[in-house]
Structures are given as C-alpha cells and as structure tokens.
C-alpha cells in the first residue's frame, strides 16, 4: 500500500477505536471538519451560504450533515450525497441502573440496542460512554461522558451447568446479559453504584445529572490482523467505516459544480424514524433550506433534487470461508475485492440500474474494482437507510457498503483494502 493508503487506514482505525458512540463519532467528525474549514451551522439561526462554502449541521449531537456548496447553478447541477450511520448495536443502561442480588452481586440492568449478535459480547471486558444531561448555571447541557476502563463484565455460564451450550444457545433477553459491576458495598443503593463510578471518573454529581443515555462497548481497541495485517478487526465497522470513508472523501474532494454531502444518520440499527435517523424530514428539509438559501425558488428546488443523486453506503456481506453456502450462487462478493453494490427485488435495497450504473462508474474512473450483492430467495437478509432516504427525498440512490464477516458482533471483521478503495470511489463520486 501506498504511505497516503496507510495513512488512510490508521486514521480509520483511530476513528473507530475513540468513537465509542454515535454522539462521539459526530464529535470526532466535526474536530476533523472543523480543522479543514468546514463551518458550524445552528439550526436555530440565520444562514448565509456562499458558493464553495464548507458547512456542516449537527442534530441531537448523534447526526451529521456536512456539506461544500457547488460552484455550479444549484437548480441544474444538484446534489453528490453519501449517507451513512452512526449507531451501531451495543447494549444500552435502562432507567434504574443497577440491581443487588441476594448474593451481594452489583449488576448492571441494561436493555439491548440494535440486533446485536448477543454471545460475543460474554466475557469481554466492556467500558461506558455516552452523554448525560446536567444542570449547570440553571440551564441543562449536555456533557459527553467516557469511562474508558474495563468495569463491566457480562460472565459466562461454564460448561459443566449447560453441557449443550456448543449445540444450543439461547439467551434470555431480561436476565441472562446483565453485566457485573462488582460487589455489594456498605450503605450503598441500587443506582448509586452507578453514579458513585460517573462521580469519580469525571467528578459530575448524581445531583446535578437531569437524565442520561449510556452504553456498553468492547474495552479492548480494533486492530489490523491476518498473515499481511491485511484485515481489520474492531468495534462498530458497520457503519462507522462507512461514515469515516465518506468524511474524508469529502474533505479532500475537489469542489465541483455540484454540491458534494456527507449525511450521517442515528438509529439505523433500531429503524430510523427518530428526528435523527434517516426515516424523518430531516435530510429533506435540510436540502430544501440549502437551495432557499442559495436564493432558488420553489422550481428551482424541485430541479435541483431531480438532478441529485445519492449513496447509501452502509456494509455489505462477504462470502464466509466456512458458510459459503449462504450466498446466491453467482452472486458472490469476497473481502478485499472492492466495495459492494446491493440489489434487492423487493426493494430493501434502494439500488436500480440506473444508480448502480453511475456508481459503478465513479469507481471506474477511481480504477476501484466494484462486486455486486443479492441475497438467496430463501434469506430475507437486511436493509439500511438507502430505501427512506431515496423515498422521503425522491433522489435516485444506490445501496453499497464494503464487504465484511461478523456483522453485528461485538467485533467486526473486514478487509482494509476495500475501505481504500472505498474512499477512493467516494471522492470520484463527489468529484464526477
Ligand atoms: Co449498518
């Protein structure tokens, strides 16, 4: 690999490994926007766009608009847009945090975000993260919080009380995952344990915490791993590589005629429609705001959104050594063989001929080798943002992803050469 290709995937690691959660992948992306130029815009106040102007909005501090306005007529060249997700699967604190057991044990209560793969995330050291809600000065702000040590841990059952666990394993959701956080102590309730820990890590008081959202994640940090360190193994891959690929495409992207934007969602992994998420007004609007903004008329809006076109880049599955099986027959992308394209005849998948078309294209002038994914007729398979995103916007998209094994595992696995070449198509998307 080249030194930039390296370069590229350290920083993608680094991403993955200090972005816990979405609030802090939406964090670590606007330190990097914010070093290139890229200007905050409040929804609560008056913009004032300008021709290759960099802007980005935040929303809720887990989603992320950023955008470069085209140097072209907005109304004829429209918009270059890569959705992404932030979120990913984790298990997340319940109100009422913690319980005692009659045997002294401190647990956890934690409810399950996202179709987790839920066995790998036993015996694995796991830290916290997140945001809390505090009262400061009469007002409410909120605070991004991580505990990056390893407190909580989520044991096994051995063996020898479960003889069939190689054959069957079936976990019941309520009681069977409740990380331990330690032993009972003296004069000590329930949730306070909790806040005692948030206490003494960042010296917030459970006085001043109005509410809070928290997860779970893997303590330990991603690697490069096999024979040539030519894969990747960590935490939150789906989709955060997606989102960092797309962040860096654009920040290094040439300004075109078009406007060239990043969307990277919240709550994929549970749906959606949340303001936040890609099943709301809120990328919709955001265009609508954009082109008003630019002095467009109501004609000149619809014009540009029929000249847009968008990417919904989110993983896709690899051929698995040991299940090869799983996959239709011709239809069969590997690890390291170039990013994924998604089709899907019932329309999971929002990709058509003609958005596959001018992917493929893109990565053809990026000289990136590009594989194409359908799943079996007898596996229904997945979905992503692409279908609300191309319905609520009208825009023709494309449903991509790089390939990757163990999606939805506490670590997930893929090739480092695909995010390369991801990056790479991105950028000729941006720049075509
Ligand atoms: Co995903």
Redesign the pocket.
Known sequence: MKRKEERFSADLLQYLNESPTAYHAVENAVALLREQGFQELKETENWSLQKSGKYFVVKNGSALIAFTVGKGNPAKEGFRIIGA?TDSPCLKIKPGACSVTPDGYVKVNVEIYGGAILNTWFDRPLAMAGRLIVKEDGALREKLIQIDKPVFLIPNLCIHFHRDVNEKSAYNKQTDLLPLLCRKEEGVEKEEYLFQLIQEETGIEKADIADYELFLYEYQKGIFTGKNQEFISASRI??LSMVYAGLSALMQAKTGAACQMLAAFDN??VGSTTAQGANSGLLRELLNRICKNLGLTDEGYFQAIASSTSVSA??AHAVHPNYSDKHDAETRPVLGGGPVIKYSASQRYATTAISAAYFMEACERASVPCQKFVNRNDIVGGS?IGPALSGLTTIPTVDMGAPILAMHSIREFGAVEDMVYTERAFRAYYEG
């Open positions: 997700h789906d989709d994929e992994e989110d993983l992503t």
